[in-house]
């Protein structure tokens, strides 16, 4: 899944020049915490929280680039980056919002942490082995044995416990995302050790090739 595929395009952007009296009102009235400030282009320049407004309003400020954040200050998404790094942007960060941009530097949506909550509650009760399924799926070329194999290697690496490749697939075959979430220590672990698998993989692959 890639990131425009998780991303809402139903937003409210603003300018440079808008009110900050006004916009409380709209922010207010959307329930939104967070807007992008964009240009004539659309283009991304600034980025407003519901704190800055407060902190506008109280200092006096009257114009959003008097009080937004600046484009430097921003972390995006490319709209063709994998929905997963937008994950394990907003748990690390404790992001509300990423905003997710196209070549041109374009706002063309948002992911919410309310969003990605919502999707992983729909994955709650997957299987593992079918993300492992779809990961194969990716990695062309790729069988399921060399990826158990990298995948008891890698749990090995993480836990210091020795697992056989069988075993690691019977474990896999009966977990849920849920419960496996719960057993690496949160989800930016569990999709770190997928990444790894990933890695271990193509590293393996390669190494066999140059013989």
Known sequence: MKAKELMDKEF????????????????????????????????????????????????????????MSSYEEITTIHEDAPARLAVILTANNKFVTVPVINDDNQVIGMIRSCDIVELLSEL?????????????????????EELMSASALVSKKTTGVKISPEDYEANIMNATFGEAIWATGGLEKFFAGLISVGEMVIARKVGKARR
């Open 12 to 67: 409210v952007y603003l300018n440079c020049d808008d009110n900050v009296v006004e916009v409380s009102k709209v922010m207010e009235e959307i329930r939104r915490f967070t807007c992008p400030v964009v240009n004539d282009n659309k283009q991304l320049v600034g980025w407003i929280t519901s704190f800055d407004i407060t902190k506008g309003l109280r200092e006096g400020n009257q114009k959003i680039k008097e009080i």
């Open 124 to 144: 709650y009760d997957i299987k593992v082995y079918k993300l492992y399924e779809a990961m194969q799926h990716q990695l062309k070329g790729v069988t399921w």
